[in-house]
Each structure stands twice: as C-alpha cells, then as structure tokens.
C-alpha cells in the first residue's frame, strides 16, 4: 500500500439490488402460500430466515458501509422482520407459547407505521420504491387487520397486495441489476428529480465544476 493519500474510490456493488430480490422473492413465496397455493411448511420458513432476512441484514450492513441511511435501517429492518416472523412459527414447536392473534395483530400494527414512515422518504428517492412502499403500508395494514378482527375476506385481500408488493419489489430490483449491466434503462424505477436540484442547474450563478 503506497504511503500517500489514495485519492481512488473503491467500486462497490449495488446492495440495495440485492435487498430488493430478497424482500420481493421472500415476500412472493410467502403470499402465495397466503393465497392457498402450498401449505406452510419448511421451504418457506427456510427462505424466510436465509434470503429474507440474512442477505437482507447483509444488505443494509453494505448499504450502511455505502453511507445510505435510508437502505441500512430498510434492509436491516425487513431482514429484522423476516428472522422474527420465521420464529414466531417456529418457536412453539419447541416449547415456547404461540403468540395470538390479537398479539400478531399489533405485530402487524406497528410494521405498518415503519413501512409508511419509510414510504415517506421514498418520495425523494424513486417512483419504484414508493410502489414497494405504498404497497408494503397496506399490506401491513391488512394483515394486521385481519389478525385483530379475524374476517377471511381481509385476508384474502392482504395476500393479493402482498404478492403485487413481491413482484414490485422483485422488478425494482431487477431493474437495478439489468439497467447497470447494459449501461442504461432496460427496466425504469422513474428516478425523482428534485426541485432544489433543477432549481441550481438552471440557476446562471450555480458554481461551475
């Protein structure tokens, strides 16, 4: 290693990519189970712990080494969730007592503020990711709906929008991944422009670089 300044910067990978898959591919498998396709068994519980929430926790430990709040607290948040959730249905196998609706319900509940509070900060970033969170806030709102009230039609609708929140993730993250590979936009994500930014590009005293 040469002992002075090293101006070069370091290329790294698109964690953020990587998350996206994660989340959209965990979250696909699980609602089509919702949906009555397969019954809950290990294949899910095992994609919920190993890409839903591991590569997910390795994702926002990237993001956070990429210096980007918003994808570190997301992808460590989501990895979060799906370790818990897999263990909620694990744990009383093996002793533990199972948490009730009503409890699942608040669960529910309180992920539905973060993914709306975490909605609100997509609308600085991309029109993609405000579909994911958009569809993410409802999705919670329904499962917890349905655990708190117990009406199967509530139900039937959470595991609807939770397989378009899947696809939406899932293609966010494609679309990342393909349009850095061909080196423009194969999949568009609609990229937020912001107003203070057109603002001094149009400005004649804006600082030349």
Not at 32 to 51: D, K, P, Q, S
Not at 90 to 97: D, E, N, Q, S, T
Not at 170 to 192: Q, S
Request: hydrophobic letters at 55%; charged letters at 10%; glycine letters at 12%.
């Amino acid at each position: 290693m040469s002992g002075g300044e090293n101006t070069s910067k370091e290329k790294v990978g698109n964690a953020g990519a990587l998350g996206l898959c994660a989340f959209g591919l965990t979250t696909l498998v699980l609602m089509l189970h919702n949906n009555g396709l397969y019954e809950m068994n290990t294949m899910v519980l095992a994609m919920g712990i190993f890409y839903g929430g591991a590569v997910q926790l390795i994702a926002g430990i990237l993001e956070w080494k990429n210096g980007n709040t918003f994808g570190t607290v997301a992808f460590t948040s989501y990895g979060a969730f799906w370790l818990s959730f897999c263990f909620l249905l694990m744990l009383p196998a093996f002793g533990f007592p199972a948490a009730d609706a009503a409890a699942v319900g608040w669960f529910m509940l309180v992920w539905t503020v973060f993914t709306f509070a975490m909605f609100i900060g997509t609308l600085r970033i991309a029109r993609a990711l405000q579909v994911v969170f958009g569809l993410g806030s409802i999705g919670f709102c329904l499962l917890a709906l349905n655990d708190l009230t117990g009406i199967a039609a509530i139900g039937d609708v959470a595991a609807i929008v939770g397989v378009l929140l899947g696809c939406a993730a899932l293609y966010t993250g494609l679309a990342e991944v393909l349009n850095e590979v061909y080196g423009r936009v194969v999949l568009p994500i609609g990229p937020v422009v912001h107003e203070e930014a057109t603002v001094q590009a149009e400005s004649p005293s804006a600082p030349a670089d």
